[in-house]
């Protein structure tokens, strides 16, 4: 039992600083958001984010008494950032009124976006060479002039000057029929 008080103590000590630096904190964020210049409104709101919320409150209070407050190397450094940074998004938003957005002109803008032609999903064409490899798969030139070896190993009679359709498959396969039969192989482009 006499432990317990030790134990609520701190609880209780440590709830009323977190309400203190919540109150600071708003604080700090309605002062930030009044500042006018944009440049130095985010260097406001980057304090803030820092742990060094003592040293806002501080300059705060020195700049009601009519004291500057003393600015440190890094401070300088964040504020020469904050105003660069102010600089370029300042440049960004001059820039995105002058141009249209990327790939689009002000006359389609607001209407759908243009359908891109449609994809070959199959070829036809005439066999104008038929060889085969070492390991017995088939290497087929067609009369367009592209070349395509066999990928697996099913059974397919084919000859010169047949006809053929070459049609594509899911994930980037590639499949050889011809009229009269009900089987297809796969294949890939060699040429």
Not at 47 to 55: G, V, W
Not at 168 to 174: H, K
């Amino acid at each position: 039992m006499k432990k317990l008080p030790a134990l609520i103590l701190p609880v209780v000590l440590w709830l009323g600083s977190v309400r203190t630096y919540a109150d600071n904190l708003l604080q700090a964020l309605a002062s930030c958001k009044a500042i006018d210049n944009d440049s130095r409104r985010l260097a406001c709101f980057d304090a803030i984010q820092s742990p060094a919320l003592e040293r806002l409150t501080v300059s705060k209070n020195n700049q009601r008494t009519g004291q500057k407050p003393a600015v440190t190397g890094r401070e300088k450094a964040s504020d020469k950032q904050a105003a660069n940074i102010s600089e370029q998004a300042r440049f960004r938003r001059e820039e995105g009124k002058q141009t249209p957005p990327r790939g689009q002109a002000p006359a389609d803008f607001g209407l759908p976006p243009k359908t891109v032609e449609e994809e070959i999903d199959e070829i036809t064409a005439t066999i104008s060479q038929l060889s085969e490899t070492a390991r017995g798969k088939l290497l087929i030139t067609l009369d367009n002039g592209t070349q395509w070896q066999q990928k697996d190993s099913q059974p397919m009679q084919l000859d010169i000057g047949m006809e053929v359709t070459i049609e594509s498959g899911f994930l980037g396969a590639f499949f050889l029929s011809h009229d009269g039969v009900n089987r297809r192989i796969k294949v890939k482009r060699i040429r």
